[in-house]
């Protein structure tokens, strides 16, 4: 990742996701809601860099990286999940190497999208949340249903990476 932002989203990213919790949540909207991991978590993470993104500006980064998603990082799950199927170590091995494609699949769709970061801020603390909220109100509108709960998983892990 040549560009600073990029690599403070990676690292965002592999924070965020780093508690079982946030993984259950985003695996869970993932699959149910069809939710874009990544994206969301962008979105997190802009709220956090005090950048508020609104329903049509995700449409548009969302349309940006549709392709990337839909002609690599699915059918890398799917083959993921399908040797899942074949318990034999070889298969397993290959399930393994598809998993590594995979991540550094969402690694490159995470690098595209902190080019879509400008303006980005410092927010108060007291401000955080608000700004994470918005944010995962405006990625909800593209269609996964969000809970509060799913919110409340995210803005406590946040707060668990701010104390350390």
């Given at each position: 990742?040549?560009?600073?932002?990029?690599?403070?989203?990676?690292?965002?990213?592999?924070?965020?996701?780093?508690?079982?919790?946030?993984?259950?949540?985003?695996?869970?909207?993932?699959?149910?809601?069809?939710?874009?991991?990544?994206?969301?978590?962008?979105?997190?993470?802009?709220?956090?860099?005090?950048?508020?993104?609104?329903?049509?500006?995700?449409?548009?980064?969302?349309?940006?990286?549709?392709?990337?998603?839909?002609?690599?990082?699915?059918?890398?799950?799917?083959?993921?999940?399908?040797?899942?199927?074949?318990?034999?170590?070889?298969?397993?091995?290959?399930?393994?190497?598809?998993?590594?494609?995979?991540?550094e699949a969402?690694?490159?769709?995470?690098?595209?999208?902190?080019?879509?970061?400008?303006?980005?801020?410092?927010?108060r603390p007291?401000?955080?949340?608000?700004?994470?909220?918005?944010?995962?109100?405006?990625?909800?509108?593209?269609?996964?249903?969000?809970?509060?709960?799913?919110?409340?998983?995210?803005?406590?892990?946040?707060?668990?990476?701010?104390?350390?």
């Amino acid at each position: 990742m040549a560009d600073g932002r990029a690599a403070a989203l990676w690292d965002f990213a592999v924070a965020l996701y780093g508690a079982p919790e946030v993984q259950h949540t985003c695996l869970t909207l993932q699959d149910n809601e069809g939710a874009d991991v990544p994206l969301l978590i962008f979105a997190i993470f802009a709220g956090t860099r005090g950048r508020t993104l609104n329903e049509q500006g995700l449409r548009d980064i969302d349309s940006a990286i549709s392709d990337w998603r839909s002609d690599v990082i699915y059918p890398l799950r799917h083959a993921r999940r399908a040797l899942r199927a074949y318990p034999v170590a070889d298969a397993q091995s290959l399930r393994e190497s598809v998993k590594r494609a995979e991540l550094e699949a969402e690694r490159q769709q995470l690098e595209t999208l902190a080019g879509f970061l400008t303006g980005e801020t410092t927010p108060r603390p007291s401000d955080l949340a608000n700004f994470v909220r918005e944010n995962m109100r405006a990625y909800a509108a593209l269609g996964p249903s969000i809970s509060e709960d799913d919110v409340t998983v995210f803005l406590t892990r946040l707060s668990e990476l701010s104390d350390q």
